[in-house]
């Protein structure tokens, strides 16, 4: 099924780079390119998830055995971070629920007191993007 519909949009990328507009399939396109931008909105918000629960767990637990794990998928995630993260995606998300959803995550696993508030901002976040 995903073999057809790549198939399908690169009939139609084709269709738009030689100007065929009215042979384009517009309701369908639309669709896809929806569909492209929650799926990255989706992934960009599971990553910022992921990347502030290793934070937070770096942050307010006492283990040390599982840093340097906790470190290399925190640089693991940021590697994948690039590669979705846009101005347009970065402005569809709310940073709140991001780290409340992290924020249950850890307490799931760990007995520890975390802010209500997120404790970094994002340009706290996105600063390791530059590095």
Sequence with gaps: MKLILCNGLDEQAN???KGKYEQLDVINLVEEIQALGR?????TFNLLKQIIAHKLKLE???????RKHWQDEIDEFYEQLGLFLTK??????????IYQA?????????????????P?????L????DD
């Design 15 to 17: 269709l738009l780079l």
């Design 102 to 118: 992290a924020k249950k995550k850890v307490l799931k696993q760990y007995d520890v007191n975390l802010l209500n508030k997120c």
């Design 60 to 66: 307010y637990s006492q283990l040390i055995y599982p």
């Design 120 to 124: 970094y901002s994002w340009d706290d």
């Design 126 to 129: 996105l600063a390791e993007l």
């Design 39 to 43: 799926s990255e909105v989706r992934e």
């Design 88 to 97: 347009t995606v970065r402005n569809k998300l709310d940073l709140y629920k």
